[in-house]
């Protein structure tokens, strides 16, 4: 294959410029999701009254909620493409989110880490990988 080629896949086309970006930019918000408990982790522990214990559990879920949103969600990507579960999973951060921001208690604020921010974040992290 030669420089002027006009083959789209070929390596530092634009189009591999774009698919670069891509990637970087759902990385980079698949992957706030990985770290956002870590980020408030003292105001979390202020605003429920709570101990360094006790405000672990949220991280300890995401965690798990990651681990299997990477395998489920992964599977998905392997069935379908990519595009569905990216939205679904962009869905579950939004949502994470959302219901972390309103958790009248560290127990709403937990499942919001591990069953939507943490499935969300495995789901945009295993695809890209």
Known sequence: MTATSNDPYQPDSPY????????LLLA????S????????LADAQKEFGVDR??????????MLGFA????????MVDRISIVWPIVISGSFLGLGYLIAALAP??????????LLLGI???GGFAPLM
Do not use: D, E, K
């Open 16 to 23: 591999a410029y774009q698919r670069l970006a891509l990637s």
């Open 28 to 31: 980079t918000i698949a992957g």
């Open 33 to 40: 999701g990985m770290w956002c408990i870590t980020v408030v």
């Open 53 to 62: 214990a006790a405000i672990s559990i949220p991280y300890t879920l995401m």
């Open 68 to 75: 299997t949103g990477t395998i489920l969600i992964g599977r």
């Open 105 to 114: 208690n560290l127990w709403v604020f937990s499942l919001a880490h591990g």
């Open 120 to 122: 969300g974040a495995g």
